[in-house]
T-cell receptor
Framework: DVKVTQSSRYLVKRTGEKVFLECVQDMDHENMFWYRQDPGLGLRLIYFSYDVKMKEKGDIPEGYSVSREKKERFSLILESASTNQTSMYLC????????????FGPGTRLLVL | GQNIDQPTEMTATEGAIVQINCTYQTSGFNGLFWYQQHAGEAPTFLSYNVLDGLEEKGRFSSFLSRSKGYSYLLLKELQMKDSASYLCAVGSGGYQKVTFGTGTKLQVIP
């Protein structure tokens, strides 16, 4: 079974802090994604990566950056956390073949105070 | 840009059939996915359609019409455990970006 893990299930941070969310997948997938999920807004794509050191902006990249130094690891960085970044963050991975599903991690619920 | 529409909520009775619709507008379409998400959990894959027609998988079926930008998920013999959100997602572009609709929350009642 594909396994996608995220570093924390719950996280509480203060406004202005730098926040790192880590995601690791064990299936050698080329593509990795970061989403946030908010009530009424659904899953929104923040960034994705199709290869090591490669990244593409999603629909809502503002206030976020990412890092992919190794194929299995994709990090989401909040440079200066703000209260409107309180959300559920979901990481996903998938292989390149067209039609392959994304596999999601369990999610990190982030609260910014 | 992309636009994906699906109903916000639906209610159906245990043992019945329910159809959840999804309409989309996108460029570079390369497939449509349906996911199930129980409250507090991550989405899990249900189906994938890239060609027009119906794909059946047990109690769940998914239909696609590319010319109409339309898909539906059909759930038969509903069970209480089917109460969940159902997410329609569209793949597009060379990097196979996947964009999600806001989801349909289905409540199955006895």
């Amino acid at each position: 079974d594909v396994k996608v893990t995220q570093s924390s299930r719950y996280l509480v941070k203060r406004t202005g802090e730098k926040v790192f969310l880590e995601c690791v997948q064990d299936m050698d997938h080329e593509n990795m994604f970061w989403y946030r999920q908010d009530p009424g807004l659904g899953l929104r794509l923040i960034y994705f990566s199709y290869d090591v050191k490669m990244k593409e902006k999603g629909d809502i990249p503002e206030g976020y950056s990412v890092s992919r130094e190794k194929k299995e690891r994709f990090s989401l960085i909040l440079e200066s956390a703000s209260t409107n970044q309180t959300s559920m963050y979901l990481c996903a991975s998938r292989p390149t073949d067209v039609g392959q599903t994304q596999y999601f991690g369990p999610g990190t619920r982030l609260l910014v105070l | 840009g992309q636009n994906i529409d699906q109903p916000t909520e639906m209610t159906a009775t245990e043992g019945a059939i329910v159809q959840i619709n999804c309409t989309y507008q996108t460029s570079g379409f390369n497939g449509l996915f349906w996911y199930q998400q129980h409250a507090g959990e991550a989405p899990t894959f249900l189906s994938y359609n890239v060609l027009d027609g119906l794909e059946e998988k047990g109690r769940f079926s998914s239909f696609l019409s590319r010319s109409k930008g339309y898909s539906y998920l059909l759930l038969k013999e509903l069970q209480m455990k089917d109460s969940a959100s159902y997410l329609c997602a569209v793949g597009s572009g060379g990097y196979q970006k996947v964009t999600f609709g806001t989801g349909t929350k289905l409540q199955v009642i006895p």
